[in-house]
């Protein structure tokens, strides 16, 4: 292995600091900043300090993070030098993102705010309003929430800063992204093993991440680790982590405003020169990255002590450093002299406007982090170019009777998706992309990597520099990089095992409100969905047994809104080629896509598929026997089944319904977009009532062979009509090493116990039923001694195909 | 800031490996456990190969994961030699638990396996059966799942195996914990901040961990990021970590057994004499614990090729290394060949045990790391002492007129319990002890803290170098310390914020399983509780705005097995201190605690809390009128609440009702164990239908005030008597910055909307009902004016007081 030499940028080291005056104007930004981040936190009137401050002018309810936003404010100080230095696509994402108002000042200051909220315009009277309207009920949030121009990243959840950053600069060739990490933050796991990004940015078609370590030394009430290590170990961590280390360190605005100038003027220069040299080379390699370590003090520039006790480089000044500013005078007063340590007289015109020669200091137009583009992706995207779905049809003849890999065909969509929408697609999954028998995206890009090559690589690693594929044993990692690069403008389809996509349940939940949240905010362009095939799932974990079974990530979705979630069960290829089709051009979802990897029958062409898709549950009619003219009334009882495997053990009881009961009339019911079975009211994809009893019927017996937790289909359906006779099987928590058919009986879910349940359901089937019952148990009982002794399911149930064929009248 | 020296052993670097005839030993050793792991992956008989291997004596199906057993039995032998040689009380645990053929046939080897399964003797009947039953049907999973003896740390969801072993360590001082870390397992969030565990180790009171990073090279398909970055980096990253790596890398057994041999040796003799330092100084310092990196190859020992492709020392070599032996002849052949390769011959005696010298090379007794108790904490587990509840009661007079902060006597509680159990109780927390109310607990310990100090931490930081508090922001370490110390005996309890349990949901996943599956293992000793109390909920999250709204954590619960899961939603501290009383004291559960930090109105004496708590769910008298003598049958209308807030509103909804319509007859149902809803067969708190019935009536309306998700209690209930007129409110999904009450009404919690669901409701109110909904319109109308002009609640509505006393028939 070659170590890839540091670039050493000829002079760097020397690198000029700004003369005064241009430290000075510098500085006089950075006190607007933080003077509107304080009238931020305490005032509703008086912005300018124009009479002295009385307890009426102070909110009654005092919010926000003081904590960490000067520090972010001095951040965007520098960045804002750069940009229009070096006229650099830059955009900013605030890790610490409690920390807002330190990122909303100069949000403010740079136009952006106004123009996209004209009432906040820049003189009094839009101070006063933007002052009052932070973190105000019926206003804008406390973090950098979706209303704040500029931000695509919340912050509100920590952790994801790094992995956001790497998916906006992916496939983007000139954009920085300046993703300050707050010391807090870096604690957390997702945080934590996204330093490794580096390995995955390729400085040739990708663009850079500038991380700011910020080291303000404080949590809530606790020291942070990384501020109380050694400087020796922070640095080797860093490097060990394959970024080099520009440290930042100190108090004093002045001489700190003289360091961080020069080390963002450093590491944006490292970050060309490694540009250059790659894209002049066209080689892509690894770069150290430079990164800066920003250490000051947390509520920098605040009050230094109340009552005795420290605040400034303290954690009592993580929230509002002086509570109770409103009943006690002297407190006030502090606040008072606070403010106008900034000398508000120095930064704000005679309208109450910053000034202009502060404000000179903002970038211009979409250069502005508040207005850049990239942090409104939607107005970016382009519309997919999305292949005909017949080149993947899978062929059906007869319905059940031959194999395939459900979503082998779905990578060859993806494939053609990624070919069609050159950097603009991109394939996420921890290891799994051929595992998962999407192994067709290798015809046309391979997985992005960045780290060392060895020569066995070249014979079935599918790694190269430039891959729009990512792999990466951590599903933080990739959902991040995935939300990065959907709220960027682009697309994006990550997949994993079921039972774990629990890993990431609280980032699929924080996009989900993310995406309400824009629902209500006009100025907002809708962006491209949200994807996550669960494969791997539950039924087919016979063999890894109990802890990789768990199907519950789909009730996340139930608890998030209807106009967001989307959860698709196909149970086989066209239909999984049809949920694609549909889920994968919707704009400002959330889509959960269920489907095995193994083979599983095949039922519907194309045109059914897409048919059965549109309606979202429907009657396959060929598996039913209550429509032959027999009696024109209802069926006897309803088989119903979402998903692969509960689909083909439905089949196989009606299957045998049929033959030993042939008198009963059964009708089939296949539910491919969970949501059909909600309200209409509750979710767009709703039957309504009326649809919903002319499947379900008013008040036959229903036996619902479910994919996942039985009581999720309980929880949409109680107000249905009919639902007194919902039976419904699924997975209960019972399951260790089996065979396939064993694991669906521990769970009654398989075609005997089906059987079984609707002889137990529908009445007067006569004795036939009592014995065909006997029949069953005998069965399952063969089953699980064939199991135990071989190791296997027995030929019959692993060569099983549906013997009725396209007539639903062979009774 | 000063660094702590590294120790220097007086020449660690020289010492002595092991003369070659104990390194043959040794490697005879693991030549016997590697046959016995691919023993295990491959027959059913024949398992001395005492005759040609044929495809009658291989499985019909092939599991389990090949590529790091042989590493993972090279750390067990080399082990167990130090363990020998320094009577080391030492255990395993393995990160990559899917390798758990390399852990196992050691396992096996000890006796340790035939004790706990006798059919599974030291012969050749026995070790037939060893290999038939590995991974299947019907018997013993591929992992080292909870049936494996010696180990408590599955493998099969990844990330967890430091912060595991961290927890296994803490408070046992003489214990080691060998931890391998899986290459692949390093690339995920959780472990790689858990690195960070030597922050909060304390080696004076505290054992050691000693982590082994195996450099496997692959996971499935792709390289490891660890094991494609270069030296440099490899090891500053450790050194930045605060890790002294120690190398061992290479590929010839006989080279690998001599530096394994000398690095264990160092390892160990590096952790006695750090803990030396520390305990004879009476000093706690951070050192800079050894690790060891072994970087051997993948599917090491097995085939080199395979048809041309490479497999030792490549992904291919992942799981099954040749999967076709059954019905490939020179496959086959192959296969013997490698099994042969280890020269069983030399292995077993006559009888087919493991040959006595080799055997010899095991400890003995509960130094077996197969056997060493703390692998099946719950025999070490002393009965908790639990303190007087009485001590902490808040007195309540008259319900619903005072308040309190209801975590805080939870505080005063945990405290003792600290303090009574000295070094067997500990309060883990991202960063929020001292803002959850929990202070109380710094009056008798303070936050464990390894890393550096400042002057200005004796002031309020509460740090110490042997607090039983841990906080660091990182749900999933915290949380993986809690498992690790619970499993070795010990009692822990965590809080958390609620939006944010969702990060640990998976965790809380694999924790049940595991509880559930050792119900099944009747020699595992009970552990104690997995505690989680939810703090900062959903309804005080009006501040922080949507994105920390979320209290779907409890909804995980429902699809875990009822024997396990319990969630507790006590309304005041009385009833918080009497579920704390149940709930801390049952063993092999998971509690979820959801109860709101802030002060809230307290209703019941301690007493009267207790007799709840044992019901479950009840009728409070005092809030009723339906049982006044006005008429003896059921009330009009039925509300119920479960959690704090919904309760005060409920409450206050009822006092709106009784004084604007007092014709009407309310009961009040409030609910404090969640499962008490679900059906007995289902769930041990579950109500009989009778009992059910008897609170919510045959046939009147409900309203139902949940603090949750509303659809959670229907799922509970879809099944009772009278659910069809359950009408259920709770979070849904609405939310911005709000006043609490404003949240409330978004959500339709509020007093008002209660009182308008009754009337809408209940039939034959007459006009004045109608008049009642028209001000309560007009309320909720007044109300968000207030909130929207103030930024606070109303007076009368922060200040609002139960004022109908204790009697229930002031009508």
Same mark, same amino acid.
């Given at each position: 292995m070659t170590v890839t030499p540091l670039l050493h940028l000829s002079g760097s080291e020397h690198l000029q600091a700004p003369a005064d005056d241009e430290l000075q104007r510098l500085d006089a930004y950075w006190r607007a900043a933080n003077y509107l981040a304080v009238g931020m936190i305490y005032l509703q009137d008086n912005p300018l300090l124009r009479e002295p401050l009385r307890p009426e002018h102070i909110k009654n309810r005092l919010l926000g993070h003081w904590g960490s936003s000067p520090g972010q404010a001095f951040i965007w100080t520098h960045a804002n030098r750069l940009i229009k230095a070096y006229d650099l696509d830059m955009i900013y994402m605030s890790g610490p993102g409690h920390g807002a108002p330190g990122a909303r000042g100069p949000v403010y200051i740079d136009g952006s705010y106004s123009e996209r909220y004209p009432d906040k315009s820049l003189d009094e009277t839009g101070l006063k309003k933007f002052f009052k309207m932070f973190s105000f009920p019926g206003h804008i949030g406390s973090h950098c929430t979706a209303e704040m121009p500029g931000s695509i990243h919340e912050g509100g959840e920590l952790g994801y800063v790094l992995s956001h950053a790497a998916g906006s600069v992916f496939d983007n060739p000139e954009l920085i992204t300046v993703a300050c990490v707050g010391d807090g933050e870096a604690e957390t796991g997702p945080l934590a093993t996204s330093w490794h990004i580096n390995k995955f940015l390729n400085p040739i078609k990708d663009g850079a991440v500038l991380p700011v !370590?910020? !080291?303000? &030394?404080?949590?809530i009430a606790n020291p942070t680790i990384l501020s109380r290590i050694d400087h020796e170990e922070l640095d080797s961590l860093f490097r060990g982590l394959g970024w080099t280390p520009i440290f930042v360190e100190g108090c004093d605005p002045m001489e700190m405003h003289r360091k961080m100038a020069v080390a963002m003027e450093q590491a944006v220069l490292e970050i060309r020169a490694i540009q250059e040299q790659a894209r002049s080379s066209g080689e892509a390699f690894r770069p150290r990255w430079p990164m800066i370590v920003l250490r000051s003090p947390k509520g920098w520039t605040g009050p230094q002590e109340l009552d005795g006790k420290k605040i400034e480089n303290f954690w009592r000044s993580h929230q509002v450093p002086i509570g109770d500013v409103k009943t006690n005078p002297d407190h006030l007063q502090l606040l008072e002299d606070w403010m106008k340590s900034y000398r508000p007289w120095e930064l704000f015109d005679d309208s109450g406007a910053v000034r202009e020669e502060i404000r000179a200091l903002s970038p211009k137009g979409d250069r502005r982090m508040g207005s850049n583009p990239h942090t409104n992706g939607g107005v970016l995207r382009k519309d997919l170019r999305f292949p005909e779905l017949r080149n993947y049809e899978v062929p059906v003849e007869?319905? &059940?009777t031959t194999e395939k890999e459900n979503t082998y065909p779905l990578g060859e969509l993806i494939r053609d998706l990624i070919s069609n929408n050159p950097g603009g697609y991109r394939l996420f999954g921890p290891d799994e992309t051929a595992s998962n028998r999407l192994q067709a995206v290798y015809e046309t890009t391979k997985k992005a990597w960045m780290a060392n090559f060895l020569p066995e690589d070249l014979n079935g690693s599918e790694l190269s520099r430039d891959g729009a594929v990512v792999e990466m044993l951590s599903e933080h990692t990739l959902v991040g990089m995935m939300d990065g690069y959907l709220l960027t403008g682009r697309y994006g389809f990550f997949h994993t095992y079921e039972a774990f996509a629990h890993v990431v349940a609280s980032m699929y939940n924080q996009h989900c409100k993310w995406l309400e949240h824009c629902e *209500?905010?006009?100025?907002?362009a809708p962006i491209a969905p949200w994807n996550c095939l669960i494969s791997s799932t539950v039924w087919r974990q016979d063999h890894n047994g109990f802890t990789h079974q768990d199907p519950g990530f789909m009730d996340l979705a139930g608890n998030k809104k209807g106009s967001i979630t989307r959860v698709y069960l196909p149970a086989d290829a066209n239909s999984l080629l049809a949920v694609a089709e549909k889920a994968l051009t919707e704009t400002d979802v959330a889509n959960i896509i269920v489907s095995d990897k193994q083979k599983h029958l095949q039922y519907l062409t194309l045109d059914e598929a897409r048919r059965h898709v549109a309606k979202g549950a429907g009657i396959w009619e060929w598996a039913c026997n209550d429509n032959c003219g027999i009696d024109p009334d209802e069926p006897d009882v309803v088989l119903a089944s979402a998903g692969d495997i509960p689909t083909k053990e439905c089949l196989a009881a009606i299957e045998i319904l049929r033959s030993e009961i042939p008198h009963l009339k059964v009708r089939y019911v296949n539910v491919v977009k969970l949501f059909a079975m909600a309200n209409p009211k509750d979710h767009p994809h709703g039957l309504s009532d009326r649809d919903f009893e002319s499947l379900f019927t008013p008040d036959k017996p229903v036996i619902f062979n479910f994919h996942g937790y039985p009581w999720l289909i309980h929880r949409l359906t109680y107000n249905r009509p009919n639902h007194n006779n919902f039976h419904v099987r699924g997975y209960k928590e019972q399951g260790n090493i089996n065979t396939p058919l064993e694991l669906a009986i521990c769970n009654q879910i398989d075609r005997f116990n089906l059987v079984i349940d609707v002889i137990d359901r529908v *009445? $007067? !089937? &006569? $004795?036939r039923a009592a014995h065909v019952k006997e029949q069953m148990k005998d069965e399952i009982h063969k089953h699980r001694a064939y199991a135990h002794e071989h190791g296997t399911d027995a030929p019959e149930i692993n060569n099983w195909r549906w013997s009725l064929g396209r007539s639903s009248c062979n009774v």
């Amino acid at each position: 292995m070659t170590v890839t030499p540091l670039l050493h940028l000829s002079g760097s080291e020397h690198l000029q600091a700004p003369a005064d005056d241009e430290l000075q104007r510098l500085d006089a930004y950075w006190r607007a900043a933080n003077y509107l981040a304080v009238g931020m936190i305490y005032l509703q009137d008086n912005p300018l300090l124009r009479e002295p401050l009385r307890p009426e002018h102070i909110k009654n309810r005092l919010l926000g993070h003081w904590g960490s936003s000067p520090g972010q404010a001095f951040i965007w100080t520098h960045a804002n030098r750069l940009i229009k230095a070096y006229d650099l696509d830059m955009i900013y994402m605030s890790g610490p993102g409690h920390g807002a108002p330190g990122a909303r000042g100069p949000v403010y200051i740079d136009g952006s705010y106004s123009e996209r909220y004209p009432d906040k315009s820049l003189d009094e009277t839009g101070l006063k309003k933007f002052f009052k309207m932070f973190s105000f009920p019926g206003h804008i949030g406390s973090h950098c929430t979706a209303e704040m121009p500029g931000s695509i990243h919340e912050g509100g959840e920590l952790g994801y800063v790094l992995s956001h950053a790497a998916g906006s600069v992916f496939d983007n060739p000139e954009l920085i992204t300046v993703a300050c990490v707050g010391d807090g933050e870096a604690e957390t796991g997702p945080l934590a093993t996204s330093w490794h990004i580096n390995k995955f940015l390729n400085p040739i078609k990708d663009g850079a991440v500038l991380p700011v !370590l910020h !080291l303000n &030394g404080y949590k809530i009430a606790n020291p942070t680790i990384l501020s109380r290590i050694d400087h020796e170990e922070l640095d080797s961590l860093f490097r060990g982590l394959g970024w080099t280390p520009i440290f930042v360190e100190g108090c004093d605005p002045m001489e700190m405003h003289r360091k961080m100038a020069v080390a963002m003027e450093q590491a944006v220069l490292e970050i060309r020169a490694i540009q250059e040299q790659a894209r002049s080379s066209g080689e892509a390699f690894r770069p150290r990255w430079p990164m800066i370590v920003l250490r000051s003090p947390k509520g920098w520039t605040g009050p230094q002590e109340l009552d005795g006790k420290k605040i400034e480089n303290f954690w009592r000044s993580h929230q509002v450093p002086i509570g109770d500013v409103k009943t006690n005078p002297d407190h006030l007063q502090l606040l008072e002299d606070w403010m106008k340590s900034y000398r508000p007289w120095e930064l704000f015109d005679d309208s109450g406007a910053v000034r202009e020669e502060i404000r000179a200091l903002s970038p211009k137009g979409d250069r502005r982090m508040g207005s850049n583009p990239h942090t409104n992706g939607g107005v970016l995207r382009k519309d997919l170019r999305f292949p005909e779905l017949r080149n993947y049809e899978v062929p059906v003849e007869i319905p &059940g009777t031959t194999e395939k890999e459900n979503t082998y065909p779905l990578g060859e969509l993806i494939r053609d998706l990624i070919s069609n929408n050159p950097g603009g697609y991109r394939l996420f999954g921890p290891d799994e992309t051929a595992s998962n028998r999407l192994q067709a995206v290798y015809e046309t890009t391979k997985k992005a990597w960045m780290a060392n090559f060895l020569p066995e690589d070249l014979n079935g690693s599918e790694l190269s520099r430039d891959g729009a594929v990512v792999e990466m044993l951590s599903e933080h990692t990739l959902v991040g990089m995935m939300d990065g690069y959907l709220l960027t403008g682009r697309y994006g389809f990550f997949h994993t095992y079921e039972a774990f996509a629990h890993v990431v349940a609280s980032m699929y939940n924080q996009h989900c409100k993310w995406l309400e949240h824009c629902e *209500e905010i006009p100025w907002r362009a809708p962006i491209a969905p949200w994807n996550c095939l669960i494969s791997s799932t539950v039924w087919r974990q016979d063999h890894n047994g109990f802890t990789h079974q768990d199907p519950g990530f789909m009730d996340l979705a139930g608890n998030k809104k209807g106009s967001i979630t989307r959860v698709y069960l196909p149970a086989d290829a066209n239909s999984l080629l049809a949920v694609a089709e549909k889920a994968l051009t919707e704009t400002d979802v959330a889509n959960i896509i269920v489907s095995d990897k193994q083979k599983h029958l095949q039922y519907l062409t194309l045109d059914e598929a897409r048919r059965h898709v549109a309606k979202g549950a429907g009657i396959w009619e060929w598996a039913c026997n209550d429509n032959c003219g027999i009696d024109p009334d209802e069926p006897d009882v309803v088989l119903a089944s979402a998903g692969d495997i509960p689909t083909k053990e439905c089949l196989a009881a009606i299957e045998i319904l049929r033959s030993e009961i042939p008198h009963l009339k059964v009708r089939y019911v296949n539910v491919v977009k969970l949501f059909a079975m909600a309200n209409p009211k509750d979710h767009p994809h709703g039957l309504s009532d009326r649809d919903f009893e002319s499947l379900f019927t008013p008040d036959k017996p229903v036996i619902f062979n479910f994919h996942g937790y039985p009581w999720l289909i309980h929880r949409l359906t109680y107000n249905r009509p009919n639902h007194n006779n919902f039976h419904v099987r699924g997975y209960k928590e019972q399951g260790n090493i089996n065979t396939p058919l064993e694991l669906a009986i521990c769970n009654q879910i398989d075609r005997f116990n089906l059987v079984i349940d609707v002889i137990d359901r529908v *009445e $007067s !089937l &006569g $004795s036939r039923a009592a014995h065909v019952k006997e029949q069953m148990k005998d069965e399952i009982h063969k089953h699980r001694a064939y199991a135990h002794e071989h190791g296997t399911d027995a030929p019959e149930i692993n060569n099983w195909r549906w013997s009725l064929g396209r007539s639903s009248c062979n009774v």
